[in-house]
């Protein structure tokens, strides 16, 4: 790891030091952020090949701040100081310039630095500053996408400074710790709970400010929430609310950086703690008591709140237990008023036990006027220190939302589950019988790039990189060391010393990286993600359709040329696209690539070419139908850490003669050789319905369990795929499911081909 700064202090003890914030700079886009005087910041380049501006302000008073850029910074005349790719918040940066200030910049790393390069500096005095990434649009076809920076922010202060507000605040409220307040909030506000200093849970009491005028308390109801919610916390997204007890609902959560709280149990009350040995003790239900008798609410012995950040699980015995919560500094929750409120958030009290980390601190809350306009979802790490991101939309997003309220969160994007118009089964028959176009940018892609490219990936994954051809694609198995699986995915080869790796795990592209510096390689490992969305176009007219949308150029494939797991390159409504001949069906069918700001103009086209043929949008409820009927793996199902290629099904990505030694190479061989477990579908009989965890038993002997399972529209039956011991595994073994406690309920069934539909794969080849 290489780092430049200013002075050795700090510099080189980072990895030792918890950072108090952790900042996203976005490839192509730009973070600002304030450091306070003797604060320390370090900005890395997790991917390598990122240049980046550091632009500082420092006040009349501090005029020295941006000399903690060093002797390589420069005094900023304007915009062209900066060179190409500043854009509008550069513009904004200097423009918001008080009397008395001056901006000086410097620029982080290189076109060609490595991988976890670091420009660590000093704030003398109290700063400003903005991080813009530069980047250009990346084409489909191309692999100069701008990658993401971090910024860490080491404060100089004690603990409890709560991180910047998200928008103008009409009400700054600071909750001690081990105290609670009250508050109004009016309808169409935002409210955001905040944990300044992480792992402090905070109870909310919210309740229907006319109704309480009126002598009624009408608060959030835990039970009445969980009831309508269909979950044991509502999520953003379309089943968000909170109710009371007679139904209305009271607020929504809008973002979540957290996702684990608690709605079963008490705020808590003296009775806990004089049960524990603590009489007297400060709790929860007390101070609620206290903060809330202003607004003639009655006192209560024990509150039934919404416990936000609290760790409550429960168990296989049925026990609820608890543990340290998961917020980290800074985590916050945002909710959204739906009727004026009067609420209550608390600092939880309990120092006796690991609920708040055994050491209360306080709670900051703000609200929003209404008219702000604040994005939905929840917070995606890729790895445990990584930033935040929230949830966020596909360049497809504008045409899927006209069609659809009902969006779920799938690794970080809001993704569609069905469409309004007909519902699952019939965008399974358009599939099926016509053809269906589906968004699918959630995946993740990677530019693996450089002269070892190619000796990157075969060390990395299972199948034989060597023999992958120019404008090929190959799907492959990622694994451990002991032979568990880490992602499946597929490798483009755009060039001798060009890869594209398409998987679902982000954390797939820091593995990829640290082989990389652990075998001295060089190669580049870069994330498009967000510079490639795609759709899927499956189903037996969807050659019909592509024919039509598809301009390729003459020495490039065309629809009626490109063959199965090749790829082409060409415009779909006059914007650049590239289309595999892959999916995730088991149907004739294409996934086409392009950038999110093309993607409207390419998903317009392709309906208005589809149009004569039938062609329908397809969410994940129908997709995952289609996929179990054909036997394809899905993870965290099918697949796990503790699941070796061949206990998943997909063997044949395993070739037992590919010379070069890769990650788990000799693990799997001893796997290959002695196997415990293989994938094997059912055919279920009756009507029953079975799921994913249901165990599978012959006889009394659990020996397997259900992984996905789906009614068949075509088929007439209920399927499933199971990972069953090798013994049980023959075609036609007798076996149930376990239904109940697994024994006082069985369904049986029997062992079936993995592919049920289409076995020979006739349809996806033709």
């Given at each position: 790891?290489?780092?430049?700064?200013?002075?050795l202090?700090g510099g080189a003890?980072?990895?030792?030091r918890?950072p108090?914030?952790i900042l996203?700079?976005p490839?192509?886009g730009?973070t600002?952020?304030e450091?306070?005087?003797?604060d320390?910041?370090a900005?890395?380049?997790?991917?390598?090949?990122?240049?980046?501006?550091?632009?500082?302000?420092?006040?009349?008073?501090?005029?020295?701040?941006?000399?903690?850029?060093?002797?390589?910074?420069?005094?900023?005349g304007?915009?062209?100081?900066?060179?190409?790719g500043a854009?509008?918040?550069?513009?904004?940066?200097?423009a918001?310039?008080?009397?008395?200030?001056?901006a000086?910049?410097i620029t982080l790393?290189s076109?060609?630095?490595?991988a976890?390069?670091i420009f660590?500096?000093?704030a003398?005095a109290?700063?400003?500053?903005?991080l813009?990434?530069?980047?250009?649009?990346?084409e489909?076809d191309?692999?100069?996408?701008?990658?993401?920076?971090r910024v860490e922010i080491?404060?100089a202060?004690?603990?409890g400074?709560a991180?910047p507000?998200?928008?103008?605040?009409?009400?700054d409220?600071?909750?001690?710790?081990?105290?609670?307040?009250?508050?109004r909030?009016?309808?169409?506000?935002?409210?955001?709970i905040?944990d300044v200093?992480g792992?402090?849970?905070?109870?909310?009491?919210?309740?229907?400010?006319?109704?309480l005028?009126?002598?009624?308390?009408l608060?959030?109801?835990?039970t009445?929430?969980?009831?309508l919610?269909?979950?044991?916390?509502?999520?953003p997204?379309?089943?968000?609310k909170y109710?009371?007890?007679?139904q209305n609902?009271?607020?929504?959560?809008?973002?979540d950086?957290v996702?684990?709280?608690?709605t079963?149990?008490l705020?808590?009350s003296?009775k806990y703690?004089d049960?524990?040995?603590?009489?007297?003790?400060g709790?929860c239900?007390?101070n609620?008591?206290a903060?809330?008798?202003?607004?003639?609410?009655?006192p209560?012995?024990?509150?039934?709140a919404v416990n936000?950040?609290?760790?409550?699980f429960?168990g296989?015995?049925d026990?609820?237990g608890f543990d340290?919560?998961w917020?980290?500094?800074?985590?916050y929750?945002?909710l959204?008023a739906?009727t004026?409120?009067?609420?209550?958030?608390s600092?939880c009290?309990d120092?006796?036990d690991?609920?708040n980390g055994w050491r209360p601190?306080?709670?900051?809350v703000?609200?929003?006027?209404?008219r702000e306009?604040f994005?939905k979802?929840?917070?995606?790490r890729?790895t445990?220190d990584?930033?935040?991101?929230l949830?966020r939309e596909?360049?497809f997003h504008?045409?899927?939302c006209?069609l659809?309220?009902?969006f779920a969160d799938?690794?970080g994007?809001w993704?569609?589950?069905?469409?309004?118009?007909?519902g699952?089964?019939?965008e399974?028959w358009?599939?099926r019988?016509?053809?269906?176009?589906?968004?699918?940018?959630?995946?993740r892609?990677f530019e693996?790039t450089g002269?070892?490219?190619?000796a990157l990936l075969?060390g990395?994954?299972?199948?034989?990189?060597r023999?992958?051809?120019?404008?090929?694609?190959?799907?492959?198995?990622?694994?451990h060391?002991?032979?568990g699986?880490?992602?499946?995915?597929?490798v483009f080869?755009?060039?001798?010393?060009?890869f594209r790796l398409v998987?679902?795990?982000?954390?797939c592209?820091?593995h990829?990286?640290?082989?990389?510096q652990?075998q001295?390689?060089?190669?580049?490992?870069r994330?498009?993600t967000?510079?490639?969305?795609?759709v899927?176009?499956?189903g037996?007219k969807?050659r019909d359709?592509?024919?039509?949308?598809l301009?390729t150029?003459?020495?490039?494939?065309?629809?009626d040329e490109?063959?199965?797991f090749?790829?082409?390159v060409?415009k779909?409504g006059g914007?650049?696209?590239l289309?595999s001949?892959?999916?995730?069906?088991g149907?004739?069918?294409y996934?086409i690539w392009?950038h999110?700001?093309?993607a409207?103009a390419?998903w317009?086209?392709?309906m208005e070419a589809?149009?004569p043929h039938g062609l329908?949008p397809?969410?994940?409820?129908a997709?995952?139908m289609?996929?179990?009927?054909?036997g394809?793996?899905?993870?965290?199902?099918e697949f796990?850490d503790?699941?070796?290629?061949?206990?998943?099904g997909?063997?044949f990505?395993?070739?037992?003669?590919?010379?070069?030694?890769?990650?788990g190479?000799e693990a799997l061989?001893?796997?290959?050789?002695h196997?415990?477990r293989q994938?094997?579908?059912l055919?279920?009989?009756g009507?029953?319905?079975?799921?994913?965890g249901d165990?599978v038993?012959?006889?009394?002997?659990?020996?397997?369990?259900?992984?996905?399972?789906?009614?068949?529209?075509v088929l007439r039956?209920t399927?499933?795929?199971?990972r069953?011991d090798v013994?049980?595994?023959?075609?036609g073994?007798?076996l149930?499911?376990?239904?109940?406690?697994?024994r006082?309920?069985?369904i049986?069934?029997?062992v079936a081909p993995?592919?049920?539909?289409d076995?020979?794969k006739?349809?996806v080849?033709?």
């Open positions: 790891m290489n780092v430049t700064a200013t002075g202090k003890g980072l990895a030792a918890a108090s914030r996203r700079a490839g192509g730009s600002l952020f450091l306070a005087a003797g320390e910041a900005v890395f380049s997790p991917e390598g090949g990122q240049r980046g501006d550091l632009l500082v302000a420092s006040t009349a008073s501090g005029a020295n701040a941006p000399a903690a850029l060093g002797p390589a910074s420069r005094r900023l304007g915009l062209s100081d900066l060179g190409a854009g509008d918040p550069a513009r904004a940066f200097l918001a310039l008080r009397e008395g200030e001056a000086e910049a790393f076109d060609d630095g490595a976890g390069e660590f500096f000093p003398p109290d700063m400003r500053c903005l813009v990434v530069p980047g250009e649009a990346m489909p191309a692999q100069n996408p701008p990658t993401d920076l080491f404060s202060r004690a603990a400074v991180p507000p998200l928008a103008p605040v009409k009400l409220l600071r909750i001690d710790a081990a105290s609670a307040r009250a508050y909030v009016a309808a169409g506000d935002y409210f955001q905040i200093d792992r402090q849970c905070s109870d909310l009491l919210a309740f229907d400010a006319r109704a005028e009126q002598g009624r308390e608060g959030v109801d835990p009445t929430t969980r009831t919610m269909g979950a044991a916390t509502p999520e997204g379309l089943h968000s109710f009371d007890q007679d609902p009271l607020f929504e959560i809008v973002r950086t996702g684990r709280h608690d079963f149990m705020a808590c003296a703690y049960d524990m040995g603590y009489p007297g003790h709790n239900t007390d609620f008591n903060a809330l008798a202003p607004y003639g609410v009655a209560r012995r024990g509150w039934p936000f950040f609290y760790n409550t429960v296989e015995d026990m609820i340290e919560p917020s980290r500094p800074g985590d929750v945002l959204r739906l004026d409120l009067v609420c209550a958030s600092s009290a120092d006796i690991p609920a601190t306080d709670i900051h703000r609200v929003y006027d209404a306009n994005s979802g929840g917070a995606h890729m445990v990584s930033p935040a991101t949830t596909s360049g504008p045409r899927t006209a659809t309220r009902s799938y690794r994007f993704t569609p589950q069905c469409y309004a118009s007909e699952p089964i019939a399974y358009a599939c019988e016509r053809a269906a176009i589906m968004d699918l940018s959630a995946l892609k693996v002269p070892d490219a190619e075969q990395a994954v299972t199948r034989d990189i023999k992958l051809a120019v404008g090929q694609i190959v799907y492959t198995a990622i694994c060391e002991h032979g699986m880490m992602d499946d995915g597929t080869r755009l060039g001798e010393a060009n998987c679902g795990d982000d954390y592209g820091v990829l990286r640290e082989l990389a652990r001295g390689l060089r190669a580049f490992v994330s498009s967000d510079q490639l969305h795609n899927a176009l499956q037996p969807s359709i592509l024919r039509e949308a301009v150029p003459p020495l490039r494939a065309t629809a490109l063959k199965w090749r790829f082409t060409g779909i914007r650049p696209v289309v001949r892959t999916g995730y069906t149907e004739l069918g996934e392009t999110p700001d093309a409207p390419v317009d086209a392709l589809g149009r329908a397809f969410g994940f409820g997709l995952d289609v996929r179990i009927e054909a394809l793996i899905f993870a965290n199902h796990c503790e699941t070796d290629p061949f206990e998943a997909i063997g990505a395993v070739p037992a003669k590919k010379e070069d030694a890769y990650i190479s061989a001893r796997r290959r050789a196997p415990l994938l094997v579908g055919a279920v009989e009507n029953e319905p079975v799921g994913h165990p038993f012959s006889g009394r002997a659990k020996v397997g369990v259900v992984t996905s399972a789906t009614r068949s529209p039956r399927i499933a795929l199971a069953v013994a049980c595994g023959q075609l073994t007798a149930e499911i376990g239904k109940l406690d697994g006082q309920k069985r049986g069934a029997r993995v592919c049920q539909y076995p020979d006739s349809r080849r033709a």
